[in-house]
């Protein structure tokens, strides 16, 4: 069974770009979570999928960040324009289903983002 | 705000040598994982603590939980190369709308030889 894969590895871009990252979670997988991880600092939730809703947005930073999930699948986060501060690794997390006592998140390799 | 502090961030140590990683947190919870990172890969779950008092076990790591102190700890027996890597500890925070890991800052594991 395929894992929870990611695109790109990595991407270098120029401060005031854009840029999209993709998540594929593994397949089956309702919920989908995406985190970040800012150089030397803890890994910090950015917002959590449940098919294609989103049931919790409180990590994302601002509103240069937008993430879909169109039909309950694959992920998009998009940052628009990108700052220096975005910087870090974006890791995508998916899972079965939403249980208390028994659901593990699986997570993918992550993308690095280096904005110039 | 749940914290999660973990320490220490960079570990050195010999290959036969044991060691310990602390994970406190500042609320209750009824979940705790630990997660390793090899460069460039997927978080890898090494173990899930349910309940207080939980010990597991795998191959030289072994992992517990006091739920009343709030800490977990990772200990490593006998350390060798291959667990080189970075560890996590990720509390889960369920309930309501809730259904998020926080995650510790990490320990960046380096086995010399």
């Known amino acids: 069974e395929a894992g929870v894969t990611q695109f790109p590895s990595h991407s270098v871009i120029e401060k005031g770009q854009t840029v999209t990252l993709r998540c594929d979670p593994i397949s089956g997988h309702d919920n989908l979570y995406w985190y970040r991880r800012v150089m030397g600092k803890e890994i910090k939730f950015l917002l959590h999928f449940v098919k294609e809703s989103k049931q919790d947005e409180s990590g994302m930073p601002n509103n240069r960040f937008l993430a879909e999930r169109t039909g309950g699948t694959y992920s998009t986060l998009k940052v628009q324009p990108a700052e220096l501060e975005d910087s870090g690794v974006y890791f995508c997390a998916s899972s079965q289903v939403q249980r208390r006592y028994t659901d593990t998140q699986y997570f993918g390799p992550g993308t690095r983002l280096t904005v110039l | 705000e749940l914290k999660v502090e973990q320490n220490p961030l960079f570990l050195s140590m010999q290959e036969g040598k044991n060691y310990t990683i602390y994970c406190n947190y500042s609320?209750?919870?009824?979940?705790l994982y630990w997660y390793r990172q090899d460069p460039g890969k997927s978080l890898e779950s090494l173990f899930v603590?349910?309940?207080?008092?939980a010990v597991k076990q795998e191959g030289r790591l072994m992992a517990s939980l006091d739920t009343k102190a709030r800490l977990s700890t990772l200990h490593i027996t006998a350390a060798v190369h291959d667990l080189s890597a970075t560890y996590f500890c990720a509390v889960y925070l369920y309930g309501g709308a809730t259904n998020k890991l926080i995650f510790g800052t990490g320990t960046l594991l380096a086995v010399q030889p």
């Open positions: 603590l349910l309940s207080n008092g």
């Open positions: 609320t209750t919870s009824d979940r």
